[in-house]
RNA sequence: GCCGACGUAGCUCAGUAGGUUAGAGCGCCUGAUUGUGGAUCAGGAGGUCGAUGGUUCAAAUCCAUCCGUCGGUACCA
């Protein structure tokens, strides 16, 4: 019986092109990471149902991954890095705290896949955990700033808020504690549906376009028109915004210490040159998550605003302790890889290379093979990249078909005639390619020979890592 | 999860008041051109019409269920 071969929902491949382009956008934030002097962890992508839940609600474990094994355990897959960096850090007596980690990973949730969401997907992770400090905060804030720089998404924002500020709010309105959670919830969904279903969500509901019911909170106006108030709070600086909102906020019981603990932050990122041109104080932002306590950050790219936040974090000070022990203050942040990669890609910043491969070396004659595999083999030792062909020995003519589809940069080609005379052929595909146009006939194709060049064997490898030091073509 | 639309070749899509062997363009393969990628020309391969069950003398076409995709909504720990 012939078996499909196809993909459960939500999962993908990624062909060479593809994982060619993600490798190279990962390399990139890991070395800014690492500037930061964070270090990896790898953690199994099976953990305890009980401790990927723990932190969640009831409803939240619908979308976890169940895993079967051999002695029935409950086990799932990860939904992301932060449950089991906290278990880590629970595990281990002899991790040095402050512990600075970064972990990219593949994490798993049973959702309904979108453009741009998978169930399986890639996070790129950064934290400090034992960090009480607000330079933490401020460092994930900057990290978040210069990996958005080094990947050359183009202008972004950077938003951050703080739990603490949102407390506040509740306070200011009259708001119950046990509301919290929800009241969260729907604030953060500001930017995707807009003030006034927001207000409606917060008082009796409504009925989306679908006619599917959406339950309210059943706020008093009152209450929603002071949240109103809170977030018609703009400004042009993260000052301007504290200012405004310390003077909203003078009744409020604990404002001043709350504030300043913001204002520390902002007033180190404006030392580091950090402004808020890009890092800007934002009230609208509140993350879904139930487990922060601190500051809360997200960052989109204002080209590609449609692909929604390409970083989230924020700081969670309780989540450690669940696994028992004093608390563990911590702080960081999240890059949705496969999110950035569809936005960069939206803004055409991809490579779109097909093959690492950067010379190929078409084999002719039979009797050349062993000098065949020698050159290809100097150029190896020599760390340019290099395919032989290993298909069957086709004619010539499929051989450069194959290095111009896979864009391939030089051929090299070595006949009888060459070889007798101490000779190899480079042939720089890139310059036929853009002459083909011009050209009628084939046979006039074939005559030209664009891009070639005879290269004394002896210099061949020399010659060669001199055209590839030349920029792209 | 809920509401709706849609599933025909690798891709984009024709084809239904049920009726011989299901088509096109692009792509792919082979050759013209035994050492030159493009273009051109000639030939060729590729589909159990998403799956299963039903109605019928007869189903890509009608019905049911399931799966998948897309749009909206919920959720996003």
Redesign the pocket.
Known sequence: ??I?P??????RDLLPQAAMARRQLIGKVRAVYENYGFSPLETPAVEYLDI??G???E??????FRVVNPEEEALGLR??L??PLSRVVSRYAQIELPFRRYQLAQ?????????G?FRQFTQFDIDSVGAPSEIADTEILAVICDALDAVEAGPYKVKFSSRKILDLLLRYAGIGEDLA??VF??L??LD??GLE?VKK?LTAGYE????????GLGLASAQVSKIEDFLSITGDTRGEVLKTLGGEFRDVAGSGEQLAAVESISSHLDTLGYRSDRVMLDLGIA??????TGPVFEAVLLDAPQF?SVF?GGR?DDLVSRFGGPPVPATGASLGVDRLLAALEHLGKVSQRKTTAQVFVST??RALMSEYLQIAFELRRAGIRTEINVGRP????????????L?IPY?L???????ARGMV?V??????????????????????????QEIPRAALVETLQRLLERPAA
């Open positions: 019986m012939k499909e196809r993909l459960s929902r939500g999962l990927l839940s932190s969640a609600g409803e939240a474990q619908q979308s976890i939904f992301d932060t449950v994490v798993w949730r049973a959702d309904k896949p979108q453009p969401r959670a929800d919830r729907v953060d969904k995707k549906l279903k969500e989306d376009e679908s006619g599917a019911p959406v339950r993350r879904g998550l139930a487990y922060y929604g989230g969670y002719m004659d086709k004619k010539l003519g499929k051989q450069l078909q194959r290095a111009d589809r864009e051929v080609i070595m006949g009888a005639d060459e070889a052929t042939k720089e595909m890139e310059v036929g390619r853009a002459r083909s146009s011009g050209i009628a006939g084939h046979e006039q194709w074939k005559a030209a020979r664009f891009g070639q």
